[in-house]
């Protein structure tokens, strides 16, 4: 009562008045401790509840006939298209960069394993048993997982320690409870003797009912295969930390498995069932996606707030209501023997994960939330027994933060103008596509910064303190030696140049623009340019005159043929070509503020064809104002024109009225775009016409990911279509799209490559409404070769897997056996002629680095020492260079001289970590700059791989470049 009256109770105004700020925040979070405390326990009672619904009706399912292998089909694709979009937005940072073949092998396990075998098995001991037994048997999955885990020596078990005991106890109770739970819930009385039993007292004679062991016997083969399938998630787990994003790939993995297992078994795919139809079987996949996706979220925030004990104690709460839904529901009895079965596995399951619990307490009694035991991660899938989602196999959500909370940068001064000047540095060589030609180059001039080992936006006080840190160390007169002191003066001329650039304003400015040779050749903006307006203006007039000089160099073509192709048709005897359309454009700035464009384009589709040309003149009116005026003519003669106007920096609008030649009408346009953010902006449209419609629609690009959606209804029709690709490097990327509307139902996925400095390539498989097809795209500069291939016109199953699994197996056999070969070859011989190139410049560098080094060598050692005694950062080992070729000597055929384009620089990162035990190198820096590095092999992507102690664990990272590192941080951990 005390409690609740200083909470606001009927003495609460008169006590609250009188509490100081401290006292009213312990109370505020109390109070929100309370709140979350209750949000956990009724969300896990709920999420049980929800649990037992599905085996119940699961149970129903099956006794209706249904195939469980079409059930697995459906609803493990439900659960990759729920839980896909959630990977993407939450944990598509901790994505590997690349997939080797033993991550696949292990992807395809699990897949094999967690959907086709455990889920199929499972949904066939409900079929023979009842939806109680298929909650209860799960229980044992902690007691196994903990003994597969033994046994593979995940798990260190030492025999004289108490809770070691305690989980062996809790294992064989577990086992015990469910062959007592099995064997009892199997007898059943002879039928000749139960028609006597009801006029003679004599007991009835009991057999084992054949059809419920067997279903027993598949239930705990499923929880063995889940618990091996877990085990080896955990594994996996280690390379690829993204919990969700696992389930999510091996869902769509498990799909094709289950697919090929029923074909080999069934022959084909039956879709027309009297029991159910398609649609309602669809309904019910999605509808079990989303809810089991739903508890899948819910439980990782409650193992995130609380741990993953707690979240497995409930566990038997879904047995405890599937007992009762199935007695009023289904009709079933339960059986004492079947009920002494439960208590002794609930008995062994909270023996085992009280043992755990107390095994496994936090590190730090600071943290506010229950993180879940990184290195024991066994334990985490007590209760995962539901069937449309595994929530077992991903109840190990890890939390990854970083050890030290980032430090703000203060905001530099004349930062704003600099932006301005990177933004003109920045215009000529932006490009947003992921499919159009992108050189890797990383930013220029940036190397006195990474001299200095400061930031490109560090104040003037950031710049003076580095200048004098690096001084202190090489500043000639602490040296006696004579060699020393000369390699001491080199180093320190280098910084006093750096210092003395980096703090005057005006050569900054310049040096951010042009670099050292704007500095050299003397492209001082004038001695009259001393204040910020005016550098702005002269840089502003010189960006003009160069946009000037290249649009009016430029003569730019651009043009598409699109051939379409159809099996079908070609079976049916009308030829394999379907149509086909050109399109080309000329676009030429014909003055300062003209451009004229001319387009054509021309489509034959079977027996009819069309024609059609347009002439474009733009003119700028002002540089926020614009007017477009537009002739069409063909079969269908336009004339329009179109006005945009810059409303701020952030908005624009577009007004255009189009006027059709032939019959009078009119469409009026009205679009406005909005800037959301830095990578994001959103549009609507208004046209109102003929065909009257408005659409919404946003798009965000960033260096890694582009997006975009539009939803747009109309007078006659209805469409919403997304699209979504990544770039999973700087020559490849991948893409999915879908539409959905009236007159579309489709969804496409595919990726693309590109093959050289103007050419990419691209396949994307797409099925829908329409059929299956393959569309297949060549682009080249600004000339694009699209060819879409029709494989059927109706939608099977199987023949979409085909269709999807062949082609692409093809490619992988392809690449692996000639194309990767080839390229490797090609890679040799232009890395050997790259090295003999730059030889003799290499080893004077590596003879500078050593030098330098031996400077920072006292230093170093000196702070080494000292994170040592507190525990702090130590970086045993960093690499520096070209780190892909230095893994594969062999495989590229050279030798380990020629390989090894990496440099030691372990000891300028220890003479770099803080007092404070952190270390950071910037973004848009490149590593070559710092002291004590060099690039060890000039024109080759380059990399630092860094391994570290902190607190007495084990951390290691690798970053590209120009990067950003910040250490030590909880996702580097070993």
Same mark, same amino acid.
């Given at each position: 009562?005390?409690? +609740?009256?200083?909470?606001?109770?009927?003495?609460?105004?008169?006590?609250?008045?009188?509490?100081?700020?401290?006292?009213?925040?312990?109370?505020?979070?109390?109070?929100?401790?309370?709140?979350?405390?209750?949000?956990?326990?009724?969300?896990?009672?709920?999420?049980? %509840?929800?649990?037992?619904?599905?085996?119940?009706?699961?149970?129903?399912?099956?006794?209706?006939?249904?195939?469980?292998?079409?059930?697995?089909?459906?609803?493990?694709?439900?659960?990759?298209?729920?839980?896909?979009?959630?990977?993407?937005?939450?944990?598509?940072?901790?994505?590997?960069?690349?997939?080797?073949?033993?991550?696949?092998?292990?992807?395809?396990?699990?897949?094999?394993?967690?959907?086709?075998?455990?889920?199929?098995?499972?949904?066939?001991?409900?079929?023979?048993?009842?939806?109680?037994?298929?909650?209860?048997?799960?229980?044992?999955?902690?007691?196994?997982?903990?003994?597969?885990?033994?046994?593979?020596?995940?798990?260190?078990?030492?025999?004289?320690?108490? *809770?070691?005991?305690?989980?062996?106890?809790?294992?064989?109770?577990?086992?015990?409870?469910?062959?007592?739970?099995?064997?009892?819930?199997?007898?059943?009385?002879?039928?000749?003797?139960?028609?006597?039993?009801?006029?003679?007292?004599?007991?009835?004679?009991?057999?084992?009912?054949?059809?419920?062991?067997?279903?027993?016997?598949?239930?705990?083969?499923?929880?063995?295969?889940?618990?091996?399938?877990?085990?080896?998630?955990?594994?996996?787990?280690?390379?690829?930390?993204?919990?969700?994003?696992?389930?999510?790939?091996?869902?769509?993995?498990?799909?094709?498995?289950?697919?090929?297992?029923? $074909?080999?078994?069934?022959?084909? %795919?039956?879709?027309? +069932?009297?029991?159910?139809?398609?649609?309602?079987?669809?309904? %019910?996949?999605?509808?079990?996606?989303?809810?089991?996706?739903?508890?899948?979220?819910?439980?990782? +925030?409650?193992?995130?707030?609380?741990?993953?004990?707690?979240?497995?104690?409930?566990?038997?709460?879904?047995?405890?209501?599937?007992?009762?839904?199935?007695?009023?529901?289904?009709?079933?009895?339960?059986?004492?023997?079947?009920?002494?079965?439960?208590?002794?596995?609930?008995?062994?399951?909270?023996?085992?994960?009280?043992?755990?619990?107390?095994?496994?307490?936090?590190?730090?009694?600071?943290?506010?939330?229950?993180?879940?035991?990184?290195?024991?991660?066994?334990?985490?899938?007590?209760?995962?027994?539901?069937?449309?989602?595994?929530?077992?196999?991903?109840? !190990?959500?890890?939390?990854?933060?970083?050890?030290?909370?980032?430090?703000?940068?203060?905001?530099?001064?004349?930062?704003?103008?600099?932006?301005?000047?990177?933004?003109?540095?920045?215009?000529?060589?932006?490009?947003?596509?992921?499919?159009?030609?992108?050189?890797?180059?990383?930013?220029?001039?940036?190397?006195? *910064?990474?001299?200095?080992?400061?930031?490109?936006?560090?104040?003037?006080?950031?710049?003076?303190?580095?200048?004098?840190?690096?001084?202190?160390?090489?500043?000639?007169?602490?040296?006696?030696?004579?060699?020393?002191?000369?390699?001491?003066?080199?180093?320190?001329?280098?910084?006093?140049?750096? *210092?003395?650039?980096?703090?005057?304003?005006?050569?900054?400015?310049?040096?951010?623009?042009?670099?050292?040779?704007?500095?050299?050749?003397?492209?001082? $903006?004038?001695?009259?340019? @001393?204040?910020?307006?005016?550098?702005?203006?002269?840089?502003?007039?010189?960006?003009?005159?160069?946009?000037?000089?290249?649009?009016?160099?430029?003569?730019?073509?651009?043009?598409?043929?699109?051939?379409?192709?159809?099996?079908?048709?070609?079976?049916?005897?009308?030829?394999?070509?379907r149509g086909m359309a050109m399109t080309t454009e000329y676009q030429s700035q014909i003055s300062k503020n003209n451009t004229l464009a001319l387009n054509g384009n021309l489509a034959v589709a079977e027996n009819s064809g069309g024609r059609a040309g347009s002439?474009?003149?733009?003119?700028?009116?002002?540089?926020?104002?614009?007017?477009?005026?537009?002739?069409?003519?063909?079969?269908?003669?336009?004339?329009?024109?179109?006005?945009?106007?810059?409303?701020?920096?952030?908005?624009?609008?577009?007004?255009?009225?189009?006027?059709?030649?032939?019959?009078?009408?009119?469409?009026?346009?009205?679009?406005?775009?909005?800037?959301?953010?830095?990578?994001?902006?959103?549009?609507?449209?208004?046209?109102?016409?003929?065909?009257?419609?408005?659409?919404?629609?946003?798009?965000?690009?960033?260096?890694?990911?582009?997006?975009?959606?539009?939803?747009?209804?109309?007078? @006659?029709?209805?469409?919403?279509?997304?699209?979504?690709?990544?770039?999973?490097?700087?020559? @490849? !990327?991948?893409?999915?799209?879908?539409?959905?509307?009236?007159?579309?139902?489709?969804?496409?996925?595919?990726?693309?490559?590109?093959?050289?400095?103007?050419?990419?390539?691209?396949?994307?498989?797409?099925?829908?409404?329409?059929?299956?097809?393959?569309?297949?795209?060549?682009?080249?500069?600004?000339?694009?070769?699209?060819?879409?291939?029709?494989? @059927?016109? !109706?939608?099977?199953?199987?023949?979409?897997?085909?269709?999807?699994?062949?082609?692409?197996?093809?490619?992988?056999?392809?690449?692996?056996? %000639?194309?990767?070969?080839?390229?490797?070859?090609?890679?040799?011989?232009?890395?050997?002629?790259?090295?003999?190139?730059?030889?003799?410049?290499?080893?004077?560098?590596?003879?500078?680095?050593?030098?330098?080094?031996?400077?920072?060598?006292?230093?170093?050692?000196?702070?080494?020492?000292?994170?040592?005694?507190?525990?702090?950062?130590?970086?045993?080992?960093?690499?520096?260079?070209?780190?892909?070729?230095?893994?594969?000597?062999?495989?590229?055929? $050279?030798?380990?001289?020629?390989?090894?384009?990496?440099?030691?620089?372990?000891?300028?990162?220890?003479?770099?970590?803080?007092?404070?035990?952190?270390?950071?190198?910037?973004?848009?820096?490149?590593?070559?700059?710092?002291?004590?590095?060099?690039?060890?092999?000039?024109?080759?992507?380059?990399?630092?791989?860094?391994?570290?102690?902190?607190?007495?664990?084990?951390?290691?990272?690798?970053?590209?470049?120009?990067?950003?590192?910040?250490?030590?941080?909880?996702?580097?951990?070993?």
């Open positions: 009562m005390g409690w +609740w009256r200083r909470s606001g109770g009927v003495d609460g105004p008169a006590v609250h008045d009188d509490l100081s700020s401290d006292d009213k925040a312990a109370m505020r979070v109390r109070k929100r401790e309370v709140v979350v405390e209750a949000a956990v326990i009724g969300g896990l009672v709920a999420v049980q %509840f929800v649990y037992a619904a599905n085996s119940v009706l699961l149970s129903y399912l099956m006794s209706l006939g249904l195939n469980p292998l079409t059930l697995v089909v459906f609803s493990a694709l439900a659960t990759f298209l729920v839980l896909s979009p959630v990977a993407f937005v939450f944990e598509r940072s901790l994505w590997p960069k690349k997939f080797d073949l033993k991550l696949l092998v292990k992807l395809v396990l699990i897949s094999f394993g967690g959907v086709t075998m455990f889920q199929t098995l499972f949904l066939k001991g409900i079929k023979l048993t009842s939806a109680t037994m298929a909650t209860a048997m799960p229980n044992l999955a902690p007691g196994l997982i903990f003994l597969i885990a033994w046994i593979v020596r995940f798990e260190k078990v030492n025999i004289g320690c108490l *809770y070691s005991k305690v989980k062996i106890v809790g294992t064989l109770l577990c086992v015990v409870g469910a062959l007592t739970m099995s064997l009892l819930h199997s007898t059943a009385a002879n039928a000749s003797e139960m028609s006597s039993s009801s006029s003679s007292s004599s007991p009835a004679n009991t057999v084992f009912n054949k059809d419920k062991i067997i279903g027993c016997l598949y239930l705990m083969a499923a929880v063995f295969i889940l618990s091996s399938i877990v085990v080896l998630q955990a594994s996996a787990l280690g390379h690829f930390p993204a919990p969700i994003s696992l389930c999510s790939i091996t869902s769509l993995i498990g799909v094709f498995t289950t697919a090929a297992v029923q $074909l080999f078994e069934d022959h084909g %795919f039956d879709l027309n +069932w009297s029991i159910m139809s398609f649609g309602h079987l669809v309904g %019910f996949s999605i509808l079990a996606g989303l809810i089991g996706g739903s508890c899948v979220s819910f439980n990782g +925030w409650a193992m995130k707030k609380r741990g993953p004990v707690l979240v497995s104690m409930f566990s038997p709460i879904s047995t405890v209501c599937t007992v009762l839904l199935s007695v009023f529901t289904l009709g079933e009895t339960i059986k004492l023997g079947s009920l002494a079965g439960m208590f002794l596995m609930f008995t062994g399951l909270y023996l085992v994960l009280w043992a755990k619990g107390k095994e496994g307490p936090p590190e730090s009694g600071d943290r506010q939330e229950s993180e879940p035991d990184v290195e024991k991660p066994l334990l985490k899938a007590g209760n995962g027994h539901r069937f449309p989602t595994r929530a077992a196999l991903i109840r !190990h959500l890890t939390l990854q933060k970083p050890l030290n909370p980032s430090n703000r940068i203060p905001k530099p001064r004349g930062a704003g103008l600099r932006k301005i000047l990177e933004v003109v540095n920045a215009w000529s060589s932006r490009n947003c596509s992921l499919v159009m030609d992108e050189e890797v180059t990383g930013p220029p001039s940036r190397e006195l *910064y990474a001299l200095l080992h400061v930031s490109p936006e560090a104040t003037e006080e950031e710049i003076r303190r580095a200048y004098r840190q690096w001084a202190q160390v090489y500043h000639p007169d602490k040296y006696q030696d004579l060699q020393m002191k000369e390699v001491a003066t080199q180093n320190f001329q280098r910084i006093c140049q750096a *210092y003395e650039i980096l703090s005057d304003e005006t050569k900054r400015q310049i040096y951010d623009i042009y670099g050292m040779e704007g500095l050299n050749s003397g492209l001082e $903006l004038g001695p009259r340019l @001393s204040k910020a307006e005016e550098i702005k203006e002269e840089l502003e007039r010189l960006r003009r005159k160069k946009e000037q000089e290249k649009h009016l160099m430029h003569f730019r073509p651009s043009g598409t043929i699109l051939t379409n192709l159809s099996f079908p048709h070609l079976l049916d005897g009308h030829g394999f070509v002439i474009l003149l733009k003119h700028d009116i002002s540089p926020v104002a614009s007017a477009e005026f537009m002739v069409t003519f063909g079969l269908h003669s336009l004339a329009g024109m179109q006005t945009t106007h810059h409303l701020s920096n952030h908005a624009t609008a577009t007004m255009g009225l189009a006027i059709s030649l032939q019959d009078g009408s009119f469409n009026l346009t009205n679009a406005w775009t909005r800037q959301l953010s830095d990578t994001a902006n959103g549009n609507i449209q208004l046209v109102l016409g003929r065909e009257s419609s408005i659409g919404v629609g946003w798009r965000k690009e960033d260096k890694k990911m582009s997006s975009s959606g539009e939803i747009k209804f109309g007078t @006659s029709y209805f469409g919403a279509s997304a699209n979504c690709a990544w770039r999973f490097s700087s020559k @490849s !990327h991948g893409c999915i799209g879908g539409k959905v509307g009236s007159t579309a139902l489709e969804f496409e996925v595919g990726g693309g490559r590109k093959i050289s400095k103007f050419s990419t390539v691209r396949a994307l498989y797409t099925i829908g409404i329409k059929g299956i097809s393959w569309k297949v795209e060549l682009h080249r500069s600004g000339q694009k070769l699209i060819i879409p291939i029709l494989m @059927s016109r !109706h939608l099977n199953p199987l023949f979409a897997a085909g269709a999807f699994v062949v082609p692409t197996s093809v490619y992988f056999v392809l690449k692996k056996y %000639f194309l990767k070969p080839y390229f490797l070859k090609r890679e040799k011989q232009k890395a050997l002629d790259n090295m003999e190139k730059t030889s003799a410049e290499v080893q004077e560098a590596r003879k500078a680095v050593e030098r330098a080094q031996k400077l920072l060598e006292n230093v170093a050692n000196r702070k080494k020492n000292k994170q040592l005694e507190v525990g702090g950062l130590v970086v045993t080992g960093a690499k520096y260079g070209n780190l892909k070729n230095t893994g594969r000597s062999e495989e590229l055929g $050279l030798d380990s001289e020629l390989a090894s384009q990496v440099i030691d620089v372990t000891l300028p990162l220890n003479f770099l970590v803080s007092d404070a035990g952190q270390l950071k190198l910037h973004e848009g820096v490149r590593k070559s700059g710092i002291m004590g590095f060099c690039d060890p092999c000039p024109g080759v992507p380059k990399q630092l791989h860094v391994q570290y102690t902190y607190g007495g664990r084990n951390f290691e990272v690798t970053v590209n470049d120009c990067e950003e590192l910040s250490i030590p941080r909880e996702a580097h951990r070993i």
